[in-house]
Each structure stands twice: as structure tokens, then as C-alpha cells.
């Protein structure tokens, strides 16, 4: 459900029956495609914990809008025309259950399953059956405690995970050329990082020459990494070209300056979108300065007029590259690209 708003578009219109006029294939289409894009709307919504009243009457519009997309679409397609009980149950009594019970979060079915597991089949499992209901009372009492004191304890206590992992290797910025054929001939680059190694002086020098004070005589030692830790989002993001046999480069958004989001389109919030190519560490020995930086390959917005479809920013990415501190990136982003076009993307808030 999170990305079929983005793989079904265009499916009617490219794969209709000769019988079918394209006009009416498209309203085919953008008729399914609102029956997704109003579901995941209408569920997120209903995955809050707590609702005032007129989040309340949201959620309703929220619920009626989909019903009714949905209804026009398949009914003529159901014996029942959809006379389902849980659909009725859905549009005319939810509502009024959230406001007599509270937020539907709190007596679903996966919550007691999730309960009955946990208060019940583990605790025995782990009994010597003799006298299980006492041992199970003894042991859920021992997870309530334990639980309630790591709350109250760990607050200031959490590890410090390190920013960059699984080092691929370390070289002098002078022998960067020696370096990389070296490591070519002895290992396979996906696309993403012959790229990476493409334009990885070039963004170098664009980002040292934001350094003030530096000449052309500093020693210059690179460590590079496959994955790094966000310590923002506690996200890790990779530029390996092989994790479990398949390339994987993360995409990413990344905050930008007040001044810098002035001059170009922006998400919500001030935040731009890229693709992470590679992953290092640059230490400017003389100077005693280490920066942990990602090459980014950018996503711009495919129309400066419309930068959303569907609620998602909706991208195309540009060749662009440039080296950026880890510590601006905000989170890892899913991209998806739009089907069945080359060069058009969506960044997936349909998340849940």
C-alpha cells in the first residue's frame, strides 16, 4: 500500500483495451490512483494516538473521500455492490467509537495479539509448567519492573555509536589515482561509485576551498567508509556496492542553510534531496582539522511550479555532486521512481 499510488499510475493508460477510448482510460486511471493516494492519507490519520475533535472531523472528510472513491470504482465489480460490514462499520461508526473509546490504536485486533504474546504464550513457554499461572504473574511483574527502570535510568545513558563504519580503505589525497586502480583491479564497482570517483576531486576542492587558511602544500589523509550513523535520526545510511550481493546507496535529505534555501526550491522545513555515493573522513593533518563528509548526487523538483504530486516532493536527479557534512544530513528518505518514466521520482511520505 505505501508505494502502490506510485507503481499503478499510468498502468490504465499504457495497457487499456483498443475498445476504450484514451480519455476515458485516463479518468480510469487517475480514479484508481486517488483510490490508494485518499487510503494512505485516511490511514495515516487513523494511526494517531490521540484525536481532538476537529482532527476528528479531518478524519471523517478523510474517511468519507476515500469511501466514496473507492465505491465508484469497484462497485459495479461486486455481487454485493459493496454492502460489506466492515465498510459500514468503517464510514458510519469509527468515528463515534473514537469518541466514546479513544483512538482505534488502542483496541485493534494486533494490539491484544500483540498482549496475549506477550502476557501470556511467552511467559509459559518459559514455565516448567508446574503452577504456569503463578510463574506467568511472577514473570510479567519482573519485565513490568525492569521495564520501568531502564526508563528511569537509561535517559542520559544512551551508547554514543560511532558516526563511520566498515572502513574499505585509507590513502594520502595525492595518491588517489594509484589508490583507486589499485582497488578497482582487485574489486567490482556498482555505477553509483565509479561515479563517486568521477567527480570525487573536483567536490573535494569545492568544499576545501570553503576551508579558510589552507594552501596546496597540506597532507591530506582520506578514510573511506561504506555506512555511516545519523545521529539525528539514528538512520544508517550506505554507499557500498555490494550489501547482500545487490549495490546500495542511500537516498537522503539533507538540511540546508536559511541563506542557501533561499536560492533554491525546498521540502518542508528547509530540506533538499540527494542520492550518498561515497562515505569519508578527511583529516588536513598540519591544520588539525577532520571532517566527516557524503558526496551527494542531487535531486532537484521536476516542475519549480508544482513541487509536490500526491503529497510527495516529486524529484528528477541532476548532475550535480558536491561533498556535504554528515551532520547535515536529516534522515534517510525512499525514493521511488514514478512508473514508467526515466527520470522522475518521489519521495515516499506514505511511510507506516
Not at 50 to 67: G, H, T
Not at 101 to 108: L, M, P, S
Not at 236 to 255: C, G, H, M, T
Amino acid at each position: 500500500m505505501k508505494v502502490f499510488v506510485f507503481v499503478i499510475e499510468g498502468i490504465v493508460i499504457n495497457h487499456h483495451k483498443s475498445s476504450i477510448s484514451t480519455s476515458r482510460a485516463k479518468r480510469s486511471d487517475e480514479a484508481l490512483v486517488n483510490v490508494y493516494y485518499y487510503w494512505n492519507k485516511m490511514y495515516l490519520y487513523s494511526r494517531r494516538e490521540y484525536f481532538k475533535e476537529s482532527e476528528l472531523v479531518i478524519f471523517d472528510n478523510l474517511i468519507k473521500q476515500w469511501a466514496k472513491s473507492f465505491i465508484k470504482l469497484f462497485k459495479e465489480y461486486s455481487l454485493s455492490e459493496l454492502r460489506l460490514p466492515k465498510l459500514h462499520n468503517w464510514c458510519y461508526h469509527i468515528i463515534k467509537t473514537i469518541r466514546e473509546y479513544g483512538a482505534i490504536n488502542g483496541f485493534t485486533t494486533e494490539t491484544y495479539e500483540f498482549l496475549h504474546k506477550e502476557a501470556v504464550k511467552i511467559p509459559y513457554r518459559s514455565s516448567n509448567k508446574r503452577d504456569p499461572t503463578d510463574q506467568m504473574i511472577k514473570s510479567v511483574y519482573r519485565k513490568g519492573i525492569i521495564k520501568y527502570l531502564l526508563q528511569r535510568t537509561n535517559v542520559n545513558r544512551r551508547k554514543q555509536k560511532t558516526l563511520m563504519n566498515s572502513l574499505l580503505g585509507t590513502f594520502n589525497l595525492q595518491d588517489f589515482d594509484a589508490f583507486f586502480n589499485n582497488y578497482r583491479s582487485n574489486n567490482s564497482l556498482a555505477r553509483e561509485a565509479l561515479t563517486a570517483l568521477e567527480y570525487f576531486l573536483e567536490s573535494l576542492n569545492e568544499f576545501l576551498d570553503l576551508c579558510e587558511g589552507l594552501t596546496d602544500n597540506e597532507t591530506i589523509n582520506i578514510s573511506w567508509y561504506s555506512y555511516a550513523n545519523i545521529s539525528s535520526s539514528g538512520d544508517y545510511i550506505r554507499a557500498k556496492s555490494l550489501y547482500y550481493n545487490e549495490p546500495s546507496f542511500s537516498d537522503v535529505s539533507i538540511s540546508m542553510s536559511e541563506e542557501e534555501s533561499e536560492d533554491y526550491n525546498t521540502a518542508e522545513g528547509g530540506a533538499c534531496f540527494g542520492k550518498v555515493l561515497m562515505l569519508i573522513n578527511v583529516k588536513i593533518i598540519e591544520k588539525d582539522l577532520s571532517f566527516d563528509l557524503a558526496l551527494v548526487q542531487w535531486y532537484d523538483f521536476c516542475n519549480s511550479r508544482q513541487l509536490y504530486k500526491y503529497d510527495c516532493p516529486w524529484l528528477k536527479i541532476i548532475n550535480t555532486y558536491n561533498f556535504v557534512p554528515i551532520e547535515s544530513i536529516i534522515e534517510l528518505v525512499q525514493v521511488v521512481q514514478r512508473a514508467e518514466r526515466q527520470n522522475e521520482y518521489f519521495v515516499n511520505t506514505f511511510m507506516f
